[in-house]
């Protein structure tokens, strides 16, 4: 019975001189997903690398990292293995020292002698 009028529902809806309902379209969804962050380990190899080329040896750089940061950092495969080191505790990307959060913003900082 409700097979019936369903179909019966649908010849009337469609029938010749009936005025077709329209609806308004949903407005198209834009995709707002989570911002991709720059990769700290391509961002901060560049930023060692112009350092050096500068003059300014390892031992006087540091590299302040938010914790987030510092996790990506550790896990990004595409990094070179002797890349990241620790020795005793202290973690090191390409020879400079890295201090992990109390950032809000990561940065390399040259330290004075």
């Known amino acids: ?7 019966a529902s649908q010849r009337r809806a469609n029938a010749p ?10 407005p198209a969804k834009t995709a707002t997903g989570p911002t991709q962050r720059p990769n700290p380990g391509l961002t901060f ?3 060692i690398e112009n350092a050096k080329l500068n003059g300014i040896a ?3 750089l540091l590299l302040q990292l938010t914790r987030g940061d510092v996790s990506r950092l ?8 002797g890349d990241i080191s620790f020795v ?8 400079v020292k890295v201090s992990e959060g109390e950032v ?6 040259i330290l004075q002698p």
């Open 1 to 7: 019975m409700l097979y019936e009028s369903f179909f």
């Open 17 to 26: 001189g009936r005025r077709q309902e329209t609806s308004m379209a949903a």
């Open 58 to 60: 390892p031992s006087a």
């Open 45 to 47: 190899k560049t930023k």
């Open 104 to 109: 809000a913003v990561s940065d390399l900082v």
């Open 88 to 95: 005793d505790g202290q973690m090191r990307y390409l020879e």
């Open 74 to 81: 550790k896990r990004d495969p595409s990094l070179a293995t």
